[in-house]
């Protein structure tokens, strides 16, 4: 019998289509890796088996119906999904990261986890995250690559269960960093989309302005297969250029100070494979005043996570994590009128950030984290190389390739212009091929 837990997604499918691998025994697959994998990980704070099981005959029996009927089955049907714990998933537990309180058993799907069940997902569980998604204890969470140090965060859980092959899909959120650090940090793809792709409706909020849904997979046709299941069809999104005619920014971008010897290494190498290839290459400076984009990131994710958590702050205030608390209270002080400017300035650059593209360029590579995963007792990490653009609301893929000098994974993004997703994943499979091919 094929090792489904093994597959990528869009490989599982084919198998399934093929009659070579069933949903269930593709699922029987996952939940063996669960049990052998995740006692050391801890990727998942509650899996829910028998609902699991339930849902995989299902999705036979769908698939077994649509062959009779010549219908389409669903394009993830059968296929296991992970849910970060902020998100609603119907009959299990909510708990948002915290320890101090229980969790709420939700009584109805978030709007992303409903989309996938109508593409025929089988919901495995829910995973570690950071406390709402935003600061607080430690997840409990290892990296596969090496347990002593950490997956990142706050989707700690969603990219170590993919990382760790315990699922080929889990969905994760980013806000700043939570998305495209944990993949850089594991060696897998995620991708942010444009802020707003997904409704976050049965999502607990840490900053709305910038909170987006977002997923990680093996693969880069693994993460097309989830925009196209979760996203509306937009005719405006279809691929411009073919693969060679790509052109590819290389942007060091205003931290780069802080990248270490190893990622400094793995972008300017990664221009080297690009040109050697054939790719269209052009260094990308930045206009005038996205030096300042982080810390403006930073004004609006915690003004409004004061506004999002000061209520938690009042019911729970002892229990709180002081990193937690200082949000919640306002510790640094923001008010309205910081947030309004703020927002403000980064609103007016994302108009200039997006007239970087079209002709003259198609997407930007840049550094997806500042070096290889930190060790678990320090942290989750920076995410210095991720505000600026969540603060564009730009799409971003993350692509693994490289290694440090420790031999873990080190992660570099494809940056692309707001609403460009399907073309900036066409990009990133041409790089992709030439990076890891």
Not at 38 to 61: G, K, N, P, S, W
Not at 133 to 146: C, L, M
Not at 204 to 209: E, G, I, K, V, Y
Not at 416 to 433: E, H, Q
Request: aromatic letters at 4%; one cysteine or more; a neutral charge.
């Amino acid at each position: 019998m094929i090792d489904g837990a093994g597959l990528p997604a869009s490989g599982a499918l084919s198998a399934m289509a093929s009659g070579e691998l069933s949903a269930v025994d593709l699922l029987e697959s996952c939940l063996a890796a669960i049990a052998r994998h995740d006692a050391t990980i801890r990727a998942f704070c509650h899996v829910d088996v028998e609902a699991a099981r339930a849902e995989a005959r299902l999705a036979d029996a769908r698939r077994t119906e649509a062959t009779a009927t010549g219908e389409g089955p669903g394009l993830l049907c059968g296929v296991p999904v992970a849910i970060k714990d902020v998100i609603d998933v119907r009959g299990m537990p909510t708990g948002h990261g915290v320890t101090y309180r229980a969790p709420r058993i939700a009584e109805r799907d978030a709007r992303v986890v409903a989309l996938l069940r109508r593409q025929g997902a089988v919901i495995v569980g829910k995973t570690e995250t950071v406390a709402f998604a935003a600061a607080g204890a430690i997840p409990p969470t290892r990296n596969p690559r090496d347990p002593a140090r950490s997956p990142g965060g706050s989707s700690s859980g969603s990219a170590a269960a993919v990382a760790a092959g315990m699922v080929p899909l889990a969905i994760g959120t980013q806000t700043g960093g939570s998305q495209i650090r944990p993949a850089a940090f594991t060696g897998i793809y995620a991708l942010k989309p444009t802020f707003g792709t997904v409704a976050r409706e049965g999502m607990s909020p840490f900053a709305p302005s910038l909170d987006t849904i977002g997923w990680f997979a093996r693969s880069v046709d693994d993460l097309s297969l989830l925009l196209a299941a979760l996203a509306a069809p937009d005719p405006m999104q279809e691929t411009r250029v073919p693969a060679a005619g790509r052109v590819i920014g290389i942007c060091r971008g205003p931290h780069w100070a802080d990248a270490g010897p190893d990622m400094q290494w793995a972008l300017l190498e990664a221009e080297r494979r690009l040109r050697r290839a054939g790719m269209q290459i052009r260094p990308v400076d930045l206009p005038a005043g996205f030096d300042a984009l982080t810390s403006d990131q930073e004004v609006v994710m915690y003004g409004e996570g004061h506004l999002s958590l000061r209520d938690e702050h009042v019911r729970h205030g002892a229990a709180l994590h002081p990193d937690l608390a200082a949000i919640a209270t306002n510790a640094r002080g923001i008010g309205r009128a910081d947030i309004w400017t703020a927002a403000a300035r980064i609103s007016r650059r994302r108009t200039l950030f997006d007239g970087l593209f079209g002709s003259r360029l198609d997407a930007i590579l840049a550094p997806g984290a500042p070096g290889e995963a930190p060790s678990w007792a320090d942290g989750t990490g920076s995410s210095r190389f991720n505000k600026m653009w969540s603060a564009l609301h730009a799409p971003c893929v993350a692509l693994p390739g490289f290694s440090g000098s420790s031999g873990l994974p080190l992660g570099l993004q494809l940056v692309g212009p707001r609403f460009g997703d399907a073309d900036l994943l066409a990009c990133a499979t041409a790089v992709d091929r030439i990076l890891n091919g």
